[in-house]
């Protein structure tokens, strides 16, 4: 089973995740898939409450911030794997690789290609999912604040998108979150 799972910052999509893992892994493994890197304090102290929060949840923890799909040798058929978060791993994808950083930011003719961004992070969604009972997908909406940013920012917030609706076409269950609210747009919400 896949589940996509979109929302606002702390809009409760996490949460919604691991109960869900919880639920569909029964007695299986559980594995935390956090694309998330150690930038700074700020981070390193955001990524520890985290840990904090899923320490007694049962979680086998897997930190991979590029090439997600290399973690399949460490999987299992049963397992039921939550990657958090998409957008942070589209973002390290297509940033921490750009050799052009300038002063005033990223050059937009240094980066890869987005499309072949897209298709890898998707291929690599879907090696793991191939592999293991569940997959469970956590991305950020980053789509509706109105602002128009520069090219490069753009060129994300569309690769987001693109991302966004190939994983909802292949996924069983297509959930939104707002303010820990829920609405299932495809398939059905297996938790109340």
């Known amino acids: ?50 840990q904090q929060k899923r320490a007694n949840k049962g979680f086998i923890s897997i930190d ?16 039921t794997v939550l990657v958090d978060c998409l957008g942070t791993l ?16 990223f050059n937009s003719s240094a980066l890869i290609r987005p499309e072949s961004i897209r298709d890898k992070i998707f291929d690599d969604l ?3 999912r191939n592999k293991v009972a569940n997959l469970i997908i956590i991305s950020n909406d980053v789509f509706s604040d109105g602002f128009i940013y520069n090219q490069t920012t753009e060129m994300y917030i569309l690769t987001l998108a693109q991302l966004h609706i190939k994983l909802v076409q292949v996924s069983d269950t297509a959930i939104e979150c707002v303010y820990s609210s829920y609405q299932c747009h495809k398939g059905e919400l297996l938790i109340k």
């Open 126 to 128: 879907l090696k793991i």
């Open 1 to 50: 089973m896949q589940i996509f799972i979109s929302g606002g910052v702390r809009s409760g999509k996490t949460s919604l995740g691991e109960k869900l893992a919880i639920f569909l892994a029964g007695k299986s493994r559980k594995i935390y898939l956090a694309t998330s890197r150690y930038y700074d304090a700020e981070m390193t102290k955001r990524i520890q409450i985290h």
């Open 64 to 79: 991979k911030n590029l090439n997600i799909g290399e973690v399949t040798d460490h999987l299992k058929s049963e397992d």
């Open 90 to 105: 589209l973002a390290n994808e297509m940033f921490d690789r750009v050799e052009g950083l300038t002063e005033t930011g």
